[in-house]
T-cell receptor, first 115, second 116 residues
Framework: EAQVTQNPRYLITVTGKKLTVTCSQN?????MSWYRQDPGLGLRQIYY???????DKGDVPEGYKVSRKEKRNFPLILESPSPNQTSLYFC??????????????FGPGTRLTVL | GDSVTQMEGPVTLSEEAFLTINCTYT??????LFWYVQYPGEGLQLLLK?????DKGSNKGFEATYRKETTSFHLEKGSVQVSDSAVYFC???????????????FGKGTTLSVSS
């Protein structure tokens, strides 16, 4: 089954404790992206990656890091989480056909709470 | 910059009622338009899309028509069911994924609640 998976689905942590949220897709997609979803703000892009070893900032990259060492994986790293990073995070992927019509496929989400 | 504006919810309907969720957009070019749906506890799923003016996207009884003259992409369904209760997001894409910047711009979402 074609899918985007994220782990963990739920995480409660404390300020300053480094964490990683994993994302994996099995569709051989080149493009992957991270979003955060906050009430009243919709979804905002954090980082995206066009291919292995190619990453770039989205609209709200501060406090986050990403890496793309393999095509299927795109982990999101919070080196020193803060309470304002409490949010619902979504990973997405898409085939890179250089068209604005490309559909992004989303993972199930990771609900992060930083105390 | 480009943006998407959706009607604020929640929208509360009885089963079999007619649904309209308004969506308007601002874009400098010719964007593609999407509706995504998020069921409780799940991720976003593409519901339908339209890639050029006057195109109609449809899926699961939902429809939306790309209206360039009114810069709108309203979502409609003739008879809603309890299982349609979810959050609906309108979105636009104004550039290929290969270009810098956010390729997919979302509205803030509209919560639909359908009761039997």
């Amino acid at each position: 089954e074609a899918q985007v998976t994220q782990n963990p689905r739920y995480l409660i942590t404390v300020t300053g404790k480094k964490l990683t949220v994993t994302c994996s897709q099995n569709m051989n997609h080149e493009y992957m992206s991270w979003y955060r979803q906050d009430p009243g703000l919709g979804l905002r892009q954090i980082y995206y990656s066009m291919n292995v070893e190619v990453t770039d900032k989205g609209d709200v990259p501060e406090g986050y890091k990403v890496s793309r060492k393999e095509k299927r994986n795109f982990p999101l790293i919070l080196e020193s989480p803060s309470p304002n990073q409490t949010s619902l995070y979504f990973c997405a992927s898409s085939s890179h056909r250089k068209a604005s019509t490309d559909t992004q496929y989303f993972g199930p989400g990771t609900r992060l709470t930083v105390l | 910059g480009d943006s998407v504006t959706q009607m604020e919810g929640p929208v509360t309907l009885s089963e079999e009622a007619f649904l309209t969720i308004n969506c308007t957009y601002t874009a400098t070019g010719y964007p593609s338009l999407f509706w995504y749906v998020q069921y409780p506890g799940e991720g976003l799923q593409l519901l339908l899309k339209a890639t050029k003016a006057d195109d109609k996207g449809s899926n699961k009884g939902f429809e939306a028509t790309y209206r360039k003259e009114t810069t709108s992409f309203h979502l409609e369904k003739g008879s809603v069911q309890v299982s349609d209760s979810a959050v609906y997001f309108c979105a636009l894409s104004d550039r290929p994924l290969g270009q810098a910047g956010t390729a997919l711009i979302f509205g803030k979402g509209t919560t639909l609640s359908v009761s039997s």
